[in-house]
């Protein structure tokens, strides 16, 4: 089984809250909240396929220059193994809408525990709020 390269952007808004999507159901992880991203395709870094991903499916435009690595994860489901590359978004334009249809979730820090994630992203998450209080809002731009 081929492993899936992913690119996943955290993105935070100026009141300290953190933008999550909904998977849909008929996907892997279906009905699920995750940081919004896709997967990198064969001729792309994992940065530029950020990038397009959230533009894609959120409508914000982003610069591969503004996408920080946060955490690398590889991850084995049974039916499904993922790299994961988690960035934080340091400037992005535009507002987050669902482009695909799928809902999104500006949610406090201390409340994404409350939604269910992929367990992919618990690590993720985990970091995430350990760190929390040298977290800065990134600006949009």
């Not at 914000?60 to 690595?69: K, R, W």
């Not at 994961?84 to 340091?90: A, C, H």
């Not at 409340?111 to 929390?132: F, G, H, I, R, S």
Request: glycine share 8%.
């Amino acid at each position: 089984m081929a492993r899936v390269e992913v690119a996943a952007g955290i993105l935070i808004d100026g009141d300290g809250n953190i933008l999550l999507a909904q998977r849909a159901s008929h996907q892997h992880q279906g009905g699920k909240w995750e940081f919004p991203g896709g997967k990198v395709e064969d001729d792309e870094a994992p940065e530029q396929a950020l990038c397009r991903e959230l533009h894609e499916e959120l409508g914000v435009q982003v610069a591969p220059h503004d996408c920080q690595l946060f955490q690398h994860i590889v991850y084995d489901y049974p039916d499904k193994q993922v790299s994961l590359r988690f960035y934080k978004v340091l400037r992005f334009s535009g507002a987050p809408k669902g482009v695909e249809g799928q809902p999104l979730s500006w949610v406090n820090a201390q409340q994404c525990q409350d939604y269910t994630l992929p367990k992919a992203n618990t690590p993720v998450l985990e970091a995430l709020l350990k760190d929390w209080p040298n977290s800065k809002p990134l600006s949009s731009v």
